[in-house]
């Protein structure tokens, strides 16, 4: 693609990865994603972020058009993960900057991921800035959102925030700006983003945000390296939706994930989705085989409860669910209700060790622990609904 001048003197040198589904080999991102760059016109010319290994080619190729890459003075590494970093050694070898920035944490790591001996690498200090002429490059950084080295850049006499990852959306498009496509679908794929990527730091999202609050930097746009620009009141929106995301309010909302052989299990699940419905709680029935753990995850991501099921399998549980269940758990939801249903054949450990996951997660149990020999009985499902109905109970109790 052709860069977008953003600002005058400011422009997008991202690359449109329009078919990538895997994202880092764990996440879905159904929308493609961008791997955005940006390129600022100075007295010294800076070259922000730089993209996916593979996508040098482009990179450069946008570059020329408005440079000739061998000029480039400045690279600002704001997150050193291959998406964003992949190709810095490239860029290194042929732009041959004055200055390498990156963050503390970035400086330690940036030798364990590159031959960088003789790179001009300068650390910076956290609010440090440098003059690049009639603007200014002032760095903060943003430890754990979602690596350690992360960091923002802001260039003060743009209002423009450079945020790496944060505010990110996995969203392939033509379209540079989030006012040229809807906000809620916009909001919609960063809550996805979040919930895969950020959700174990939202208590660093909220301080964050609350350092930010106190700088009062004065700002009309903010680029993230994946996605669309937010631009003028976007902004707030946003940083509001950051907020709302970091803070996990939970929904009247179940998401009931399960695996099944012969569908008993799916039976005892839908009796459960059944009861919760009936009290007015909207619910999710996912399929771990229909369903990506990462689309799981973005439902459980707002949701008050999660209800889980899977029959005993060779004294285990399916294998999909623990899938499901050990990339869920690493991302660390809080506040979330939990209960277990599940059939069995003869040692029927299912339940038990599906509590055992939802009690690893903090969650609270609503009991019983429903199981059933072979086929779901109509007592079984009759115990199912009303579990349903005992969860809705539960969430009214915690969301009022
Ligand atoms: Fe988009 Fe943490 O990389």
Known sequence: MR???????????????????????????????????????????????????????????????????????????????????????????????????VSPMGGKAIETFFDCKGWPLHIIKPGEEVSIGKRTLRFYETRMLHWPDNMFTYVPEEKMLFTSDAFGQNIASSERYVDQLSKEMVADYMQQYFANIITPYAPKVLKTLE?????????????????????????????????????????????????????????????????????????????????HHSDVMSEVFDAAAVVIGSPTHNNGILPGMADTLTYIKGLRPQGKIGAAVGSFGWSGECVNILTEWLETMGMEIIEPKIKAKNRPDHDALKECFQLGVNIAAAIKEKIG
């Not at 040198?13 to 760059?37: E, P």
């Not at 890459?69 to 970093?85: C, G, K, Q, S, T």
């Not at 992949?86 to 900057?97: A, H, T, Y």
């Not at 003028?232 to 803070?247: H, N, Q, R, V």
Request: charged share 25%; net charge negative.
């Open 211 to 291: 350092t930010f609050a106190g700088l009062n930097l004065d700002l009309d746009t903010i680029c993230p390296d994946h996605g669309l620009i937010f631009r003028g009141e976007d902004c707030a929106f946003a940083l509001e939706k950051y907020a709302e995301y970091a803070k996990q309010t939970p929904k009247n909302k179940a998401v009931l994930f399960y695996d099944t052989m012969w569908k008993s299990t799916e039976k005892m699940i839908n009796a459960v989705a059944s009861g919760l419905a009936s009290e007015g709680v909207s619910v999710k029935v996912m399929s771990v085989k229909a369903n």
């Open 3 to 101: 860069p977008v001048e953003i600002k005058k003197g400011v422009h997008w040198l991202g690359v449109i990865d329009w078919n990538c589904r895997n994202f880092h080999g764990y996440a879905l991102s159904a929308k493609g994603t961008t791997y955005n760059s940006f390129y600022i016109e100075d007295e010294k010319k800076v070259l922000i972020d730089t993209v996916s290994h593979g996508f040098e080619n482009q990179l450069l190729c946008a570059l020329s058009h408005l440079t000739n890459p061998e000029e480039i003075d400045y690279i600002v590494v704001n997150h050193l993960e291959p998406d964003h970093a992949g190709c810095l050694d490239k860029m290194v070898e042929i732009c041959k900057p004055e200055k390498i920035f």
